[in-house]
RNA sequence: GGCGCCGUGGCCAAGUGGUAAGGCGGCAGACUGCAAAUCUGCUACUCGUCGGUUCGAUUCCGACCGGCGCCU
């Protein structure tokens, strides 16, 4: 396989990507590399259906348990860390198979990120602050006046948008532009070899058995646990469904609404995958799959060797 | 059997004699350093049924149906 061709195989949550990902790693020798931002957590297994030691032993994984709870990881970082994960397979002669759901890591892999602009940090610490105390229609008129092509977007965008105007006075907007334009210039160092895996309609069934596999696995215990050391505002919280499971394990909701809470918020987070994969993702490199089609074996082994052509 | 309360989209729910708030859910979408995040748009020609009053009723009146409560 070409140097520059990676394998990737994505999906929503809970479609069966990691099943396939160890069997696929195994038939051929791969290295795993996590492409989720929260399994990067350390101490947040049940609820990001980490792999396990079961897992890990057979086939070596990269991306996971790689930052504290409390620190804020980005798609950058993921991106230069991932790097060096490829290159590390690649010189163990294994190949690096990408496995993950969230887009946006995979994408900043293959379309790099432009080089942020150095702002201040305390400067920027203090702006921050008090820009998440704003009303989101305030950040959204600052913003159409310092980068109005950003002024469509969430409080988060809204804000870095803003800090890097005002502190080193350059639009995000043109930057990425401006990326775009070398980008175009210099050929490029990876390609994307897609399996996108999703069951369809059946997906809420899967999310609904995982939710309840979680729980029975003692996911309350180890949210209780987490809860003594993990402050509350740490970023690895964000994990859908452990506020939920925070709720319960601090009794101020029952199991079986917090129960369906869960797989609500774990469907909404698969649509939100869906819609990211349908419109953000090189169609043309897509190889799709039903993990419970008969003949989907089939299908992935295709894959895997077209990869090799790639 | 009698009396009372209630019946609004998949769910919860506001409301008025002048032609249906909001929330949840769902669907679609955006998104180049928090992305399992953060946001945007759409989602009841219709208010249990049938009559009546009225220029006009989801809103008033009556009957009926359904649910709940109390009484005998």
Not at 138 to 145: A, K
Not at 219 to 224: A, K, Q
Not at 290 to 302: K, M
């Amino acid at each position: 396989m070409a140097d520059d061709s990676i394998r990737v195989i994505c999906g929503p949550t809970a479609a069966g990507k990691s099943g396939i990902a160890l069997n696929v790693a195994m038939e051929y020798g791969a290295t795993i590399i996590s492409a989720d931002s929260r399994q990067i957590y350390r101490g947040f297994d049940i609820g990001t259906a980490k792999p396990g030691p079961s897992e890990t032993r057979v086939v070596p994984h990269r991306g996971i348990d790689v930052a504290e709870p409390t620190e804020r990881y980005s798609a950058s970082r993921w991106a230069t860390e991932a790097t060096s994960w490829i290159a590390e397979a690649n010189n163990e002669r294994r190949a690096p198979l990408i496995v993950g759901g969230t887009g946006f890591y995979i994408r900043a892999l293959f379309e790099p990120l432009f080089d942020a602009p150095p702002l201040d940090p305390a400067r920027r610490s203090s702006l921050s602050d008090w820009l998440d105390q704003q009303p989101l229609v305030m950040l959204r008129e600052w913003c159409s006046v310092l980068d109005s092509a950003k002024a469509h977007l969430g409080r988060t965008q809204l804000s870095r948008a803003i800090e890097t105007a005002l502190l080193a006075g350059r639009r995000l907007s043109d930057l990425q532009m401006e990326s775009q334009q070398n980008r175009a210039d210099s050929t490029p160092q990876l390609k994307p070899h897609y399996l996108v895996v999703d069951p369809g309609a059946k997906l809420s069934q899967h999310i609904e058995h995982r939710v309840d596999a979680m729980l029975n696995a003692g996911w309350i215990d180890e949210v209780n646990s987490l809860m003594g050391h993990v402050p509350a505002n740490a970023p690895a919280w964000k994990a859908s469904g452990y506020r939920v499971v925070r709720s319960l394990a601090e009794g101020t909701i029952d199991l079986s609404s917090a129960r369906a809470r869960i797989i609500i918020e774990t469907r909404q987070y698969a649509k939100r995958q869906r819609t990211w994969l349908r419109h953000q993702i090189d169609r043309a490199n897509v190889t799709r799959v039903d993990p419970d089609n008969p003949d989907f074996e089939a299908t992935v082994e295709r894959w895997w060797k077209e990869g090799e052509l790639a």
